[in-house]
Structures are given as structure tokens and as C-alpha cells.
Nanobody
Framework: VQLVESGGGLVQAGGSLRLSCAAS????????MGWFRQAPGKEREFVGT????????DYADSVKGRFTISRDNAKNTVYLQMNSLKPEDTAVYSC?????????????????????WGQGTQVTVSS
């Protein structure tokens, strides 16, 4: 199983980035997907999650209204659209996969719930 993130980079505060996570080696449509981030010196933090169907999402309060998760099961890819970025959003962003028997339920925010993880992509927001 491989999860490969892309799309990170340097952006000014107020800008936008779109991250992608391409999955291989698993039946993507059977997995709820999550995004997490980790800033230097801090613990990994939940960002958001999306159900297998893509019809339901859940977000951390810190990103609600600014970030949007979507997925394309035909392309085995999950996305994280980040708008109105702030310097405090600077972190390594990772996607994760959680095998789920539920088509329309999101996974939680606990890292222990996810079986597979990507290596992450760096997002840096300058002030």
C-alpha cells in the first residue's frame, strides 16, 4: 500500500493550496480517508476526514470553513483544498486510510484509527 501526497509548497498568508493524495495497493473505495498535520515540535493534529462515498466530511475546528476535503474514487485520490491560509497552518500534511465497513460515515480524529499513512508534504505559510 502506498499513499503519496503532493501539492505542498510555500504560500503567502491568505493564499490557497490544493493537496493531493494518490493511493495504490488497496481498494480505495473501501477506505475512509483522513488528513493530519504536524508542525515542528508539536504532536500530529487531525485536520479532517471524508467517508468512503465522499458524501460526508468532518473537520477540526481550526480549519472549518477554510479547508475542504474531497475524493475521486475513480482516480484513487483524495484532495485537501486549503483556502485563507494562515502562518499557523504551516506543517507537514499527511493523508491516512482507514478501512471502513460504512459507506457514508467518516472516520474519527484519532491517529490509531488509520491503518496506512503517507510520508507527507510540507506546507509553509509566510506572513
Amino acid at each position: 500500500v502506498q499513499l503519496v501526497e503532493s501539492g505542498g509548497g510555500l504560500v503567502q498568508a491568505g493564499g490557497s493550496l490544493r493537496l493531493s493524495c494518490a493511493a495504490s495497493g488497496l481498494t480505495f473505495s473501501l477506505y475512509a480517508m483522513g488528513w493530519f498535520r504536524q508542525a515542528p515540535g508539536k504532536e500530529r493534529e487531525f485536520v479532517g476526514t471524508i467517508s468512503r462515498s465522499g458524501g460526508n466530511t468532518d473537520y477540526a475546528d481550526s480549519v472549518k470553513g477554510r479547508f475542504t476535503i474531497s475524493r475521486d474514487n475513480a482516480k484513487n485520490t483524495v484532495y485537501l483544498q486549503m483556502n485563507s491560509l494562515k502562518p499557523e497552518d504551516t506543517a507537514v500534511y499527511s493523508c491516512a486510510a482507514d478501512f471502513s465497513p460504512y459507506t457514508h460515515l467518516t472516520s474519527g480524529g484519532g491517529t490509531y484509527q488509520y491503518e496506512y499513512w503517507g510520508q507527507g508534504t510540507q506546507v509553509t505559510v509566510s506572513s
